[in-house]
Structures are given as C-alpha cells and as structure tokens.
C-alpha cells in the first residue's frame, strides 16, 4: 500500500548472548509459574521495547547514520530476548500441560509462546537467511531500470507509466523494470527453500503456513475469505475492468485487444488508472491538515491533541520520507510521523496514521503488557483504512472541510466510483499476490513464471505479453523481503467496511452506509473505542471482531460498499 504503518512480524535476528536467563522448571503449580514467568518477561521486555521504538522514531526523524545504527542495535537486544530456548521450553511445557484456567493468563501464554516459537531457529541458519536477505535486499536498492541507455529510478519508472501516451516508451520502461527479477529470482527460490525448511524443523508444512499460524490465522479460513471475496467482486471487476480497458485504448489509440501490461500506468496494476476527471486536491489547497484532523478526531471523542504535540509532521532534511505510527512505551507516548502537504494524499495519510493513534491511546492501560497492542496488524490497518477514505468522502468534505452542499452533490458520483475502483483494483491484485505466495511455498520448484500470469491472467485480467517467460514474480520485493504477509492489507480494507457498516446502521441509525462522516458524533467514538480498541489483543481477533459487530469477519461488507 501507498502508506500505513505495516506492523510486520517479521524474522528476528539473534545476538551471540542471551538476555533472558533460565528460567523455571516446571512443577505441578503451573499457573503459578506461569505467572511468575511472565512478570520475568514483562521487567525485561518492556524497557527493552521502549529504549527500540523511541530510538527507530529519534533515528527516522534525524535521518543520521548513527541514529540508525543505535537503533538497530536496540532492536537486536529487544529480539534477542525471544531467542531463549530454556524459556521457550518452559512456555511449551506449560503449553502442552494444557492446565491452565484462567482465560487471560491462557490468552498471554499463547500470544508470548508464538513470539519464541517463530525464533527457535537453528542460530546458524537465522544467520544465513538474514545475509541472503540482505543481500537480495541490496540488489533491490541498487537496481536501476536501463532505458535506452538512461538509468531510471522505481520512481522514475512509475511516472513514465502514468504520464506517457506513446506505447513503445511504456513497453521499454516495462520491460526494463522487469529486469530485476532475472538478478534476483534465484536467491529468492533459495531463500524460500531456506525459509521451508526451518520451518519444518520447527513442525510446521512450510513457511507461509508458519507465519500465518504464528499470527493466529488459520489457513484454511484466510482461503475461504479470499475465495468469498473473489466471488463477490469478480462480476463487478469484469465490468469495471471493460470501463478501463476502453478509456485506455482510446488514450493509447489502440483496440482494447492489444493493451498490454504496460498500459494500465503502474507496473503491477495494484492502483486504478486514472479514467475519471476529479482533482480532490483543490479542496486541501491552503488548508491545515493538521488542525482538521486534529478537530475532527476531538468531534467523535477521540481527541489527540497529546499526539499531535508529540509527532513530528512536516518535511525535514535528511527525515524519513514516509508516514507512520509508533506506540513508544505500550502506555501513552504515541507519536506520528508524517510529511504533510496541503494535498489529498497527504489528507488521507493523516487521518489514517492518527487512526492507528488512537486505537493504541485507547487500550486499556489496566491490561498486562503483552495485550497492550491491537488485536492484529490487519485490525489497525482497518482503523486506518477506515478514516483515510474519509478524504475523499463528499459528505465529510461538506461536515468537516466546508465545502458547499452545491459542490458535494456534484463530485459525490465521480468521488465514488474512484474510490469504488481503486478498492476492486487493489482487492484483484492481492488475490494474485496471496495466491501466489501461498503457492510458491508449497511447492518452489514449479515453475513460478507460469504461476504467475497464470494467476495475473485469472484475477487481474491482464495478458501476458507473447512469449515472455521471465521471473517477473521476483520484481515485486514484498514476495522476497515481506513473505506471507500481503493478504493482510486486503483484510484490513474488509473490517474497514464491516466496521463502517455496523457504525452506519447501529449508532448512526442509517441506511446509507456510502456518506457518512462520523463528524462531532462521539458515539461512534465511545462504541470503537470500547469495543475495538480497549481490548488489545485480549480475544482472539476474530473473537474481538465478533464482539465487535456480531459476526466474524466476512468479505460482504466489503462487497455492500464498494461492489452492490
């Protein structure tokens, strides 16, 4: 995605000595020791994980070399922690014991257990992984595009997709872009064997199905979702995709039979081209965003005025270019970090980051540590999600911005189809991606280019260009540096409707779940900040979503919004 703060659980990397002593043996008093285990844990993981984040947050803002490295190397300390194999064999003794009562003491076992399982990797072979993944990582920053002889950056490629007319320069810049995938595709087949492989050891079929589980997700039912989501949008998108495939031939000047890859302005078609005339950003021109979103969230009773003093929101020399979220402490030291300008974009980012502030302002502090954050990495990004739509929302720019009732009638039609056709776009190109990654796992040495536009062909509709068989799966990096972790993005955009179309029906009282704002009504506030955010990861997420809205998570909300 374009912008969130992705909490991605990703390989932990070991130091040569353990922080953690042993600890225990077990004995008949299991939730005892349990208990006493815990307390252990907490002492030493909470500072550790504050000392980490607030010097990853001083370390992005300075953009300085050595604030880098010191955050790095408190980042090895806080990972290292979960490297203790004495401790991960008293949480899988007490685990298999299966004695323990208490639901909240059951829930931490869980939740600490997976933390080490996922890191009880031979320390040798963690080593190996992290410098083949380094290494692919490296190839990745340093690859540039050969276009007629002229170097171009990822940047520099994506502009030529969007702005050029003439189809020979979009193939060439297609084309050359894809030439990181033939320098990259080995190292990644053999990271993913070296990924499978320790997973096995650690009793698992592979590494996606390590990672989903570790993340409390089941497989199975991550399947039946995206199959249920590709139900229901497949008809919508088959039209849609007629919509595009004839504003862009008549922009190429060709038949809609001859648009190939390179015409649909990005380089994996996973953001909409732009076939609809709407500049949303006339209506951020000289606005303060901050102020907006600041008065916006005190509106529905979340205020974040303490957030907003702490973050860090405007471009600086040599600061990170991106935006996100970071809890310091698990307490309420939450800060920002944006680069805001007077845009849409940056309108949308706003409010989304501050959506992730305020689901962890909103956790209950009385809560121990280990539940002190959401219910999982795809629950924020809905929050998120969630809001940053808002931006482009004609009711909220009439509540919130000001704009007239004249003016939102008329952009109301053209702002919705965007919206409505970026979401279908994005929601097609992470099925290829869930799929895809899922497959490779199961099987590395099939042959993955076939795999590919066999998957591109079905659930994007995009042909594959004429004898091409190149790895051009290996050019999308998330599929070599981010494993098995995409699907949650498209997730997070489903509990984004379900959670919008409860508030519409349940505390808005309405039918309309397509133009609400929320604006100055605090009890859609006091329901999410009761329902989604003071449990943390209390329940299991699907059990917090529940409890939440009454149902699981489901792909229909999703499908009433964006598809019906």
């Known amino acids: 995605m374009r912008k969130s703060f992705y909490r991605l659980f990703l390989m932990l990397i070991p130091l040569s000595l353990a922080i953690c002593p042993s600890l225990h043996s077990v004995t008949s008093n299991d939730a005892g020791d349990l208990a006493k285990f815990i307390k252990d844990y907490e002492t030493k993981v909470e500072p550790l994980y504050k000392n980490a984040t607030e010097a990853s947050f001083d370390a992005r803002i300075s953009g300085k070399e050595k604030d880098y490295k010191h955050a790095a190397d408190l980042a090895f300390k806080l990972n290292n922690l979960y490297t203790n194999k004495d401790d991960f064999k008293f949480l899988e003794k007490i685990k298999k014991h299966n004695k323990i009562k208490d639901p909240d003491l059951k829930r931490e076992l869980l939740i600490i257990y997976n933390a080490y399982k996922g890191n009880q990797i031979d320390p040798k072979k963690l080593e190996d992984m992290i410098k083949l993944q380094s290494e692919i990582e490296n190839k990745f920053s340093t690859f540039r595009a050969n276009v007629n002889g002229k170097s171009l950056t990822d940047n520099q490629v994506e502009d030529v997709l969007k ?3 003439d189809s020979n320069e979009l193939k060439g810049a297609w ?10 595709a080995p190292d990644i087949v053999k990271l993913v064997k070296m990924r499978n492989a320790a997973a096995k050891e650690l009793g698992f079929k592979n590494y996606h199905e390590m990672s989903l589980k570790l993340s409390e997700q089941d497989p ?60 949303m950003d006339v209506y951020y021109k000289d606005k303060d965003l901050v102020e907006i979103t600041g008065d916006y969230y005190k509106g529905i009773g979340l205020p974040i005025d303490d957030v907003i003093d702490r973050s860090d929101l405007y471009e ?57 954050e959401p219910a999982h990495t795809f629950t924020t990004e809905a929050i998120a999600m969630m809001f940053g739509r808002m ?35 994005f929601s097609r190109w992470a099925q290829v991606m869930y799929r895809f990654e899922k497959s490779m796992y199961e099987n590395p040495e099939q042959d993955l280019n076939k795999l590919w536009w066999k998957l591109v062909e079905k659930y994007q509709l995009i042909k594959k260009p004429a004898g091409r068989h190149e790895p051009d799966w290996a050019t999308k990096i998330h599929i070599a540096l981010y494993p098995a972790y995409y699907h949650n993005y498209l997730m997070g ?6 959670l919008n179309y409860y508030i519409a029906k349940n505390i808005i009282k309405s039918k309309d779940i397509k133009n609400q704002s929320y604006a100055n009504n605090k009890d859609v506030g006091k329901y999410l900040a009761e329902k989604v955010f003071a449990p943390g990861r209390k329940y299991y997420w699907d059990d917090m979503i529940k409890k939440a809205t009454g149902e699981k998570l489901t792909a229909k909300y999703y499908a009433k919004q964006f598809v019906n």
């Open 220 to 279: 199975r039912d991550i399947e039946k979702l995206f199959d249920e989501l590709d139900r229901l949008t497949r008809p919508s998108f088959i039209s849609l995709k007629k919509d595009i495939n004839k504003f862009l031939a008549q922009k190429y000047n060709t038949s809609s039979s001859k648009l190939m890859p390179w015409h649909y302005q990005n380089r994996y078609f996973q953001e909409a081209p732009k076939i609809y005339s709407l500049d």
């Open 175 to 184: 084309l050359a872009s894809k030439n990181i995938g033939n320098i990259v």
């Open 493 to 498: 955009e489903l509990l984004a409707s379900q």
């Open 163 to 165: 702005t050029s007319t």
């Open 391 to 425: 931006a482009m929302n004609p009711q909220w720019l009439h509540d919130v911005i000001g704009v007239s009732k004249e003016e939102q009638n008329k952009i109301s039609d053209t702002s919705f189809k965007i919206l409505r056709l970026n979401q279908l776009v």
């Open 316 to 372: 600086k020399p040599g600061k990170y270019q991106h935006a996100c979220c970071d809890n310091i402490d698990r307490k309420q030291d939450i800060r920002v970090t944006c680069n805001i300008k007077p845009n849409e974009y940056w309108m949308d980012t706003v409010l989304h980051e501050n959506g992730h502030a305020t689901y962890e302002k909103w956790l209950d502090q009385s809560m121990p540590w280990s539940f002190r």
